[in-house]
Nanobody, 123 residues
Framework: QVQLVESGGGLVQAGGSLRLSCAAS????????IGWFRQAPGKEREFVAR????????YYADSVKGRFTISRDNAKKVVSLQMNDLKPEDTAVYYC????????????????WGQGTQVTVSS
Protein backbone atom coordinates (compact mmCIF):
# COMPACT_ATOMS: atom_id res chain seq x y z
CA GLN A 1 0.00 0.00 0.00
CA VAL A 2 1.02 3.57 -0.71
CA GLN A 3 -0.39 6.38 1.39
CA LEU A 4 -0.62 9.87 -0.09
CA VAL A 5 -1.41 13.10 1.73
CA GLU A 6 -1.93 16.40 -0.08
CA SER A 7 -1.47 19.83 1.44
CA GLY A 8 -1.11 23.42 0.37
CA GLY A 9 -4.54 24.24 -0.97
CA GLY A 10 -6.33 27.47 -0.20
CA LEU A 11 -7.94 30.62 -1.53
CA VAL A 12 -6.03 32.85 -3.91
CA GLN A 13 -6.86 35.68 -6.28
CA ALA A 14 -6.64 35.26 -10.01
CA GLY A 15 -3.05 35.66 -11.16
CA GLY A 16 -1.69 34.38 -7.87
CA SER A 17 0.26 31.25 -7.02
CA LEU A 18 -0.06 28.20 -4.81
CA ARG A 19 2.19 25.24 -4.17
CA LEU A 20 0.62 21.87 -3.48
CA SER A 21 2.54 19.03 -1.88
CA CYS A 22 1.94 15.29 -1.97
CA ALA A 23 3.70 13.31 0.75
CA ALA A 24 4.08 9.61 0.09
CA SER A 25 4.61 6.82 2.62
CA UNK A 26 4.33 3.07 2.77
CA UNK A 27 5.44 0.90 -0.14
CA UNK A 28 6.54 3.87 -2.23
CA UNK A 29 8.95 1.74 -4.26
CA UNK A 30 5.90 0.15 -5.90
CA UNK A 31 4.97 3.46 -7.54
CA UNK A 32 6.77 4.68 -10.65
CA UNK A 33 4.68 7.75 -11.37
CA ILE A 34 2.93 10.41 -9.33
CA GLY A 35 0.12 12.31 -10.96
CA TRP A 36 -2.06 15.27 -10.07
CA PHE A 37 -5.74 15.39 -10.95
CA ARG A 38 -8.47 17.88 -10.17
CA GLN A 39 -12.22 17.79 -9.90
CA ALA A 40 -14.44 20.83 -10.08
CA PRO A 41 -18.05 20.73 -8.82
CA GLY A 42 -20.27 18.87 -11.24
CA LYS A 43 -17.38 17.83 -13.46
CA GLU A 44 -15.34 14.72 -14.04
CA ARG A 45 -11.97 14.32 -12.39
CA GLU A 46 -9.37 15.41 -14.93
CA PHE A 47 -5.66 14.85 -15.39
CA VAL A 48 -3.39 17.80 -14.61
CA ALA A 49 0.23 16.61 -14.58
CA ARG A 50 2.43 13.61 -13.90
CA UNK A 51 6.06 12.91 -13.03
CA UNK A 52 7.76 9.62 -13.77
CA UNK A 53 10.48 8.89 -11.24
CA UNK A 54 12.83 7.18 -13.69
CA UNK A 55 14.37 10.08 -15.58
CA UNK A 56 12.12 12.70 -14.03
CA UNK A 57 9.92 12.83 -17.13
CA UNK A 58 6.98 15.20 -16.79
CA TYR A 59 3.78 15.69 -18.75
CA TYR A 60 1.06 18.33 -18.46
CA ALA A 61 -2.49 18.87 -19.58
CA ASP A 62 -2.74 21.61 -22.19
CA SER A 63 -4.85 23.72 -19.84
CA VAL A 64 -2.01 24.09 -17.33
CA LYS A 65 1.07 23.86 -19.53
CA GLY A 66 3.40 26.79 -18.94
CA ARG A 67 1.69 27.71 -15.66
CA PHE A 68 2.07 24.58 -13.51
CA THR A 69 5.27 22.70 -12.68
CA ILE A 70 5.49 19.27 -11.08
CA SER A 71 8.66 18.35 -9.21
CA ARG A 72 10.01 15.90 -6.67
CA ASP A 73 12.02 16.12 -3.47
CA ASN A 74 13.62 12.68 -3.35
CA ALA A 75 14.83 12.90 0.21
CA LYS A 76 11.45 13.89 1.59
CA LYS A 77 9.38 11.68 -0.72
CA VAL A 78 7.29 14.70 -1.63
CA VAL A 79 5.97 15.60 -5.07
CA SER A 80 4.98 19.24 -5.48
CA LEU A 81 2.77 21.08 -7.92
CA GLN A 82 3.71 24.73 -8.31
CA MET A 83 0.75 26.61 -9.74
CA ASN A 84 1.32 30.09 -11.14
CA ASP A 85 -0.95 32.56 -12.89
CA LEU A 86 -3.98 30.85 -11.43
CA LYS A 87 -7.36 31.35 -13.06
CA PRO A 88 -10.89 30.96 -11.69
CA GLU A 89 -11.30 27.88 -13.88
CA ASP A 90 -8.49 26.22 -11.90
CA THR A 91 -10.82 26.06 -8.91
CA ALA A 92 -11.20 22.42 -7.91
CA VAL A 93 -10.26 19.77 -5.42
CA TYR A 94 -6.76 18.62 -6.33
CA TYR A 95 -5.72 15.01 -5.82
CA CYS A 96 -2.38 13.31 -6.09
CA UNK A 97 -2.22 9.69 -7.14
CA UNK A 98 0.36 6.95 -7.59
CA UNK A 99 0.74 4.44 -10.37
CA UNK A 100 3.17 1.71 -11.37
CA UNK A 101 2.30 2.08 -15.05
CA UNK A 102 4.80 3.76 -17.39
CA UNK A 103 2.74 6.65 -18.81
CA UNK A 104 -0.54 6.90 -16.93
CA UNK A 105 -2.91 9.76 -17.73
CA UNK A 106 -6.30 8.21 -17.07
CA UNK A 107 -7.90 8.07 -13.68
CA UNK A 108 -8.24 4.29 -13.81
CA UNK A 109 -4.50 3.90 -14.41
CA UNK A 110 -3.71 5.12 -10.91
CA UNK A 111 -3.92 2.75 -7.97
CA UNK A 112 -3.54 4.97 -4.90
CA TRP A 113 -5.13 8.33 -4.14
CA GLY A 114 -4.86 11.05 -1.56
CA GLN A 115 -7.85 12.67 0.10
CA GLY A 116 -7.62 15.87 -1.93
CA THR A 117 -7.02 19.54 -1.16
CA GLN A 118 -9.28 22.42 -2.14
CA VAL A 119 -7.99 25.19 -4.39
CA THR A 120 -10.23 28.20 -4.90
CA VAL A 121 -9.30 31.02 -7.27
CA SER A 122 -11.33 34.20 -6.99
CA SER A 123 -11.78 36.60 -9.90
Amino acid sequence: QVQLVESGGGLVQAGGSLRLSCAASGRTFSASTIGWFRQAPGKEREFVARLRFGGGITYYADSVKGRFTISRDNAKKVVSLQMNDLKPEDTAVYYCAASNRPLPSRRNEYDYWGQGTQVTVSS
